[in-house]
């Protein structure tokens, strides 16, 4: 089987995600939209892979927003379309966090900017705790989606929707994918003057992230299970 990574800066990786697909028998294929030394200007060309042969398509998180057309505007329109097709002939999609919006915006809902941040490790409310658990999860975001028709809304905080359904796709607000190498490089590129800014601690953060190392890849593992044996294995 193969599955289709969209890791769009060099910054995020699929982690213990991808670890467990690879476990489920997939072979990933990593494309990068934005490469390192455009992170600062990633309005950069990009064409993505056509669907056809795909068994599995993930998108993951990004530190720009969907409706940012000075920073995406030149490559989301693609990714847009490319989740859209996949949707349509029934080619499961997980998105998180941006991966998520982006979804989201493809199947006919919004994204806008949510009442205030989500910043470090998070407890969420859940209908479907075999499904979604209730975390803590890792979350870091300024943006909040408003769902497309037809999806049913899993997960939750104050805040915004932290899961969502849609056919055999999937979308998740938080970062599954989280390790304490991905929070460090969140904290390098700028991510430490924007804690402060917030009130966050950085080091406080990343220390918890140390911490739930082994609880956050066995969460993560039993999401990957969940996805692909209740939502992606759903028939269509």
């Given at each position: 089987m193969r599955a289709l990574v969209i890791q769009h800066d060099h910054v995020t990786d699929i982690g213990p995600v991808g670890a467990r697909l690879v476990e489920r028998g997939y072979r990933l294929s990593v494309v990068t939209v934005v490469p390192e030394?455009?992170?600062?200007?990633?309005?950069?060309?990009?064409?993505f892979p056509a669907v056809d042969g795909w068994d599995l398509i993930v998108s993951l998180g990004a530190p720009w927003s969907v409706y940012d057309e000075p920073a995406v505007g030149s490559w989301i329109g693609g990714e847009l379309a490319l989740l859209r097709k996949?949707?349509?002939?029934?080619?499961?999609?997980?998105?998180?966090?941006?991966?998520a919006q982006?979804?989201?915006t493809a199947l006919g809902g919004s994204v806008e900017a949510s009442p205030h941040p989500e910043i470090g490790w998070?407890?969420?409310?859940?209908?479907?705790?075999?499904?979604?658990?209730?975390?803590?999860?890792?979350?870091?975001?300024?943006?909040?989606?408003?769902?497309?028709?037809?999806?049913?809304?899993?997960?939750?905080?104050?805040?915004?929707?932290q899961a969502f359904r849609?056919?055999?796709?999937?979308g998740v607000q938080?970062?599954?994918?989280?390790?304490?190498?991905t929070v460090r490089r969140y904290l390098e590129l700028g991510g430490t003057e924007e804690c402060v800014r917030l009130g966050v601690d950085p080091e406080a953060l990343l220390a918890r992230t140390r911490e739930l190392g082994s609880m956050a890849r066995a969460n993560a593992r039993h999401l990957v299970d969940a996805f692909l044996d209740r939502v992606a294995g759903a028939a269509g």
């Open positions: 030394h455009r992170h600062h200007a990633p309005d950069v060309a990009f064409d996949a949707h349509r002939l029934g080619v499961p999609v997980f998105g998180v966090c941006f991966g982006a979804l989201t998070v407890e969420i409310d859940t209908d479907d705790p075999a499904l979604i658990g209730p975390g803590p999860w890792f979350q870091w975001h300024y943006d909040r989606c408003h769902l497309p028709p037809g999806a049913a809304g899993v997960a939750r905080t104050s805040v915004c929707t849609l056919g055999r796709s999937l938080f970062h599954p994918e989280m390790t304490t190498t």
